[in-house]
């Protein structure tokens, strides 16, 4: 059973950094796809980046440039490194798994594990 755990997230005022990470276990992590999604209140999830088991990524436009997602996987571990971070940015952060080839797409649909979430909050 896929298990993923999210950790780092936090309050800071706008222009800070964040840095998320998502252990897993219970698979072999190494062959998953996996990405971050958040999900502001009142408002849909929605994908933010991703990352093959190939360590090729992608970006929606709201995190290009400002966040970088990597993987080691000797620990397990999927991170998301934040910078310039702004109000809009507040949200529930969520890592996802999944082995379907349609995770470039970033659809929550395309994802069949999640964490529990961590919170981010920005201020300004």
């Known amino acids: 059973q896929v298990q993923l755990v999210e950790s780092g997230g936090g309050s800071v005022q706008a222009g800070g950094s964040l840095r998320l990470s998502c252990s897993g276990s219970g698979y072999s992590y190494s062959r998953f796809h996996m990405a971050w999604f958040r999900q502001a209140p009142g408002q849909e999830r929605e994908g933010v980046a991703s990352?093959?088991?190939?360590?090729?990524?992608g970006y929606a436009d709201a995190a290009k440039g400002r966040f970088t997602i990597s993987r080691d996987n000797a620990k397990n571990t999927l991170y998301l490194q934040m910078s310039s971070l702004k109000p809009e940015d507040t949200a529930m952060y969520y890592c996802?798994?999944?082995?379907?080839?349609?995770?470039?797409?970033?659809?929550?649909?395309?994802?069949?594990?999640w964490g529990q979430g961590t919170r981010v909050t920005v201020s300004s």
């Open positions: 990352i093959g088991s190939d360590g090729s990524t």
């Open positions: 996802a798994a999944t082995n379907s080839p349609m995770w470039r797409l970033l659809r929550t649909w395309a994802y069949s594990a």
